[in-house]
């Protein structure tokens, strides 16, 4: 026993709403083998190294933040702002830390704008794990190729081997990175990318035949088309009579568009079915036969993405789900434009309640 280091006082845990400190002063002990009789002070496992707070009362901290504000909780908690990043760059790694999963099972991609409009984008990679959970792997500060396939080529060799299939978008980058690093997973579009881009290739021959129609016809049969957008974009089956009756008067001056939507209705009910990839596969080579009997050209850039769907008959549904509780956290916040502080603060809305019950 040589002495005992200075006072300390940590922040604790309140009690009954009054503010709790602990002091403490931790003892020192001479080793009398070692060159120098160093004394080294004797470690102690409740307070975090360099904190001004216990451990317990950190994880309060963290947990009274998933899904709030820094300073929601610095009111809260009488804490400074400061003290809780602290607190948050402290506990919270600044990148994926790969020791936690046993296996990626489905790799999402998608991009989110961090500012208002369409720039300035940043890709969240994700993952749905075995189990069903979402968790987030990385904030990747572009969505070139080069930067997506330098972080799969991060991915531990190991849990590569796990991961079957990836949700993205239809952007290029993504999948030439994709089939670069991970040759064998199978890259999966969304349905619902797939059925944007097929209603948007029915609603551009829409508007060249309304343009069309609005030089030939005179003004006052023009005008009892107009209401024609909202019926034409909405499924069939939804369609009131009245808007029914818009779609045939429609019809009737451009039928080029009634065996359009007829062919865009029929490719949504066989998405509807509970098909099995050799069944989906028939009835798309009969669609796209179809088509191009028919001459319709308009639904000739997806018709290679369509397939991809029934492969697993997976979809991005949980990336969707994660950019929307992103979008939350950006108004929670006021924006969050440090990648770093991003990936912390989605980790712990994601994972907060595992960590810290």
């Known amino acids: 026993m040589h002495g005992y280091s200075e006072w300390i006082q940590l922040g604790h845990l309140p009690i009954l709403g009054r503010a709790v400190y602990l002091r403490y002063r931790a003892k020192r002990f001479e ?8 004394t080294p002070t004797q470690p102690v496992v409740w307070p975090t190294p360099n904190s001004p707070y216990t451990r317990a009362y950190e ?4 947990k009274m933040l998933i899904n709030s504000t820094v300073q929601d909780v610095s009111l809260k908690e009488q804490v400074g702002y400061d003290g809780i990043l602290g607190i948050v760059e402290r506990r919270i790694a600044s990148s994926v830390e790969w020791s936690r999963y046993g296996d990626l099972s489905v790799l999402g991609l998608d991009e989110i704008a961090l500012t208002k409009g369409h720039g300035d984008f940043v890709v969240i990679v994700s993952s749905r794990l075995s189990t069903g959970q979402v968790v987030v792997l990385a904030v990747l500060p572009d969505r070139t190729k080069a930067t997506v396939q330098a972080f799969l080529e991060s991915i531990p060799t190991v849990l590569k081997a796990t991961m079957h299939s990836v949700c993205t978008d239809m952007y290029e980058g993504y999948r030439q990175a994709v089939q670069t690093v991970l040759p064998d997973a199978q890259v999966v579009v969304d349905r619902f990318h797939v059925t944007k881009l097929y209603r948007q290739a029915a609603s551009k021959v829409r508007q060249a035949e309304m343009k069309r129609l609005k030089k030939s016809l005179p003004t006052a049969q023009y005008d009892t088309l107009k209401a024609c957008r909202h019926a034409f974009w909405k499924n069939y089956v939804d369609l009131t009579n009245e808007e029914q009756q818009v779609l045939e008067r429609l019809f009737d001056y451009a039928p080029k568009l009634r ?3 007829a062919f865009r209705e029929g490719l949504r009910a066989i998405f509807e079915r509970s098909l099995t990839k050799v069944q989906a596969q028939d009835q798309l080579k009969a669609w796209m036969f179809l088509v191009r009997e028919q001459h319709i050209e308009c639904f000739e850039p997806f018709l290679k993405t369509l397939t991809n769907f ?6 991005s549904g949980f990336v969707e789900g994660l950019n929307n509780k992103i979008k939350v956290l950006k108004r929670r916040t006021f924006g969050l434009s440090n990648l770093t502080h991003l990936f912390q603060r989605l980790f712990l809305d994601l994972e907060g309640y595992q960590l810290w019950p």
């Not at 080793?31 to 160093?38: F, L, N, T, V």
């Not at 994880?59 to 963290?62: Q, S, Y």
């Not at 029934?310 to 979809?315: K, M, S």
Request: hydrophobic share 35%; proline share 10%; with cysteine.
């Open 31 to 38: 080793c009398p083998y070692c060159e120098g009789h160093p």
């Open 59 to 62: 994880d309060h901290i963290l």
């Open 259 to 261: 065996l359009v939507h």
């Open 310 to 315: 029934f492969v697993q008959r997976l979809t």
